[in-house]
């Protein structure tokens, strides 16, 4: 159909008029266009994975979420010292940061390599490309160019990141982030491209003579300083407008790798910044943080397992992530009251839970193994002290009884009995004795009014 491509005459109606220039299909919908792309079924490919870490807010957004686990230290607990010192070098600073990566690809898998060292094999973990594994019954396998191969047992470790039954290898960050940076990248393509064509400002003549002479008179203004033209002649210079918001775009698309990554972004969603908000935004990011943390505890565990296995050792063998200079000040508050309670926590406890040394101070108090004896570290009601007083055995009383009631029968005066005390048990904290003696005295004497009080009254 040979007309069909054939010009359209113009009539003499339709010359002097200006012809329509129309959009090509290249030029229509540039953002739109990436919505078309094909969804990733497989594994990123390693070229788009690097274009997705090279992006500024990318790195610097996983660079922080990583920085709250690498900053804590590997601590094994195991009775020798020699092996707990190898096993914590097993999990170095590289270690550990290419098993934070786990998030981001939601698979991860490490091979175990075995050395001898006094008749023990001790384990190292080195990083493998995750694509050439795969998973058949939640038992991993290594699937190079498309051949399984059985692991051999102690080999091999892999962990996973939110994996579901419909997802098996866990849920990939960097899969959700494929589409914000390529929405980035094509919108700063477009805004790169119209400030190329719109950048420059347009200078429009008008004069009533010739118009191609004025032509070359404004080219080589802009070629130089400066133009001389007829007093008829006007010049004006317009500059293109920017309508489009795609400064706020590329914001928006920031704020949103933040959120995915960090769990929050206290900038982008909050609106001059209070201490309430940045409490939530904390919360969140120790969230992360802590499960961030559980998949490196899990990591840990497998690896000791193995080496206890291999090596046949019967001792339990534990690792736990532990933060170098902070002493957990809110667990330390609740220890605090639960000792003050009564109970006294192990000098293991206390070692394995703010990873310090300490040493168990000896009792100077004097211990009395007598049921009937008052508990001094708890404080009594004083409708109990008539009771708890009875019960002390005045006819046959213990030694530390009889000092106590002879120092009072044969004291003058409170100072006087103090002195006495003071001279027998001379380490003994009288802070609490004085304002209980205080508090009885002037409860007697308040008695003592009291009774008077009634006796006049009923004389």
Known sequence: MWFKNKKKQKTKKDQGKREKV???????????????LPVQENWLCESTI??????????????????????????????????????????????LDCILDTPYYGFN??????ENKNNILYPSLEDRDYREFILEDKKLFFYPNGMMQEIPPYKSV????????????????????????????ASLEFWVELLEKFGTPWVIGKTEGNKDDFADEIFNMLGGDGAVIDSEDTLDIKTATDKGNYKELIEYIDNQ??????????TSNVTGGSQAAATVHNDIREDLAQADENIVKKVIKEVLENFRELNNIAEEITGDLKD?????KELADRDKVISEMGYTPTQEYVEQTYNIKVEKTP???????????????KDLPEDELEYQLNKIDTINPLTFQKQILEIIENSTSYEDMQDQFLSIYPNTNTDDLQEILFN???NSMILGAAEVEVENAES
């Open 257 to 266: 790798i933040r959120q995915l990554i960090l769990g929050g972004n206290l």
């Open 158 to 185: 892999y962990v996973t990141y939110r994996a579901k039954a419909k997802h098996p290898y866990g849920k990939a960050i960097l899969n959700t982030l494929y589409w914000l940076i390529e929405f980035k990248n």
């Open 363 to 377: 009792d100077t108090k004097s211990v009395i193994e007598n049921s009937k004896l008052l508990a001094f570290s």
């Open 109 to 114: 898998a490490f091979e175990i390599n075995w």
């Open 440 to 442: 009885n005295i002037a």
């Open 324 to 328: 170098k200079d902070d002493p957990n």
């Open 22 to 36: 129309s959009l090509t299909s290249s030029h229509k919908n540039i953002l739109k266009s990436i919505f078309d």
């Open 50 to 95: 690097e274009k997705i870490l090279r992006d500024g807010t990318v790195e610097s957004s996983i660079g922080s979420r990583k920085a709250a686990t690498l900053k804590k230290e590997i601590i094994i607990t195991c009775k020798n010292d020699d092996m707990r010192k190898e096993l914590e070098n097993i999990f170095k600073y590289d270690v």
